[in-house]
DNA sequence: AAGAATGTCAACCGCGTAAGA
DNA sequence: CTCTTACGCGGTTGACATTCT
């Protein structure tokens, strides 16, 4: 019974590469492909790995086109709303974006992405419900373009359906008890619009949204942006006005203080 | 400063399926 | 047509890094 191992386990070395393994990897590989045939490979390129090890490590480290890490906020956009519409379809998502594998696709939505999401769906809600402040208060700057912002605040409400919109009344709060950038504490009119596209290559937005002492430390990979986002966020999901006072052109700023009373 | 908790990501596992004998 | 084999994929694990207490 039981499907036939590829390799012989105990034949076989398990575990990270080293980076001699890597050289003679890659070196078998460019000069002579795969060979069609990554079982009987490694033995061909001096290795004691399994095929499957082989193939793994090439395709998702050792490939000339490889990116990693970084992800920006048009994929970001990508990777959600094709996650939406197909699911766990790594390899299908990740063939839309190039340089990409699927694992470190899948590894960025696991570990990142649906964090975020769920952050602000979950930010969201709690604002209504009073929950304690250990809550995240918001997630990392998804979207520094209109269109990805979009896409991830309509996404972050459709793909957690449990987590409610709240409502939101009309109180008094002074900027510090928002999620607002540098930018728009010193002069939020001037400062609005382009920032956030600035502030996604790392330049000086983003510096300044950090520098900000309510602003999350976790900028990301992707750089600055969460006003982008959280305007874009709030006005995507619906939101009614918090605060005359921070209704900035384009939406709304979210209170970070989850125990604020908005309802 | 140290230990615990959490995050990240490379690598492995096993199943489904395509291709070839 | 059936069986075998290898590939490709998605889920999961574990080691290491980082952050928190």
């Known amino acids: 019974m039981g499907r036939t191992p590829c390799c012989e386990r105990a034949a076989v070395k398990r575990g990270p590469w080293s980076p001699e393994e890597d050289e003679a990897l890659r070196s078998y590989v460019q000069r002579h492909g795969s060979g069609g045939n990554w079982i009987s490979m490694p033995k061909k390129a001096g290795l004691k790995r399994c095929g499957k090890s082989c193939r793994l490590r090439w395709l998702n480290y050792l490939r000339p086109d490889i990116r990693h890490g970084g992800f920006t906020d048009e994929e970001d956009a990508v990777i959600i709303s094709l996650y939406s519409q197909l699911g766990s379809k790594w390899s299908l998502i990740a063939s839309q974006l190039e340089g990409r594998t699927d694992n470190d696709v899948k590894n960025y939505w696991n570990t990142k992405l649906k964090k975020r999401l769920l952050a602000a769906a979950a930010t969201a809600g709690n604002v ?43 109180e008094m709060y002074t900027c510090d008890d928002f999620l607002v950038p540098a930018a728009f504490r010193d002069d939020p009119f001037a400062a609005a619009g382009g920032s956030a596209d600035a502030a996604a290559d790392g330049s000086t937005s983003a510096s300044a949204a950090s520098s900000a002492s309510n602003w999350s430390a976790d900028n990301g990979a992707v750089g600055g942006g969460e006003g982008s986002f959280l305007l874009d966020f709030c006005a995507g999901s619906g939101l009614g006005a918090a605060d005359d006072h921070l209704q900035l052109p384009g939406g709304y700023y979210y209170p970070l203080d989850p125990s604020l009373s908005l309802v």
């Open 128 to 170: 209504s419900t009073r929950s304690p402040p250990s809550v995240p208060r918001l997630p990392a700057a998804p979207a520094s373009t209109p269109a990805a912002a979009a896409t991830f605040a309509t996404h972050a409400s459709s793909l957690f359906p449990s987590l409610a919109i709240p409502t939101v009344k009309t």
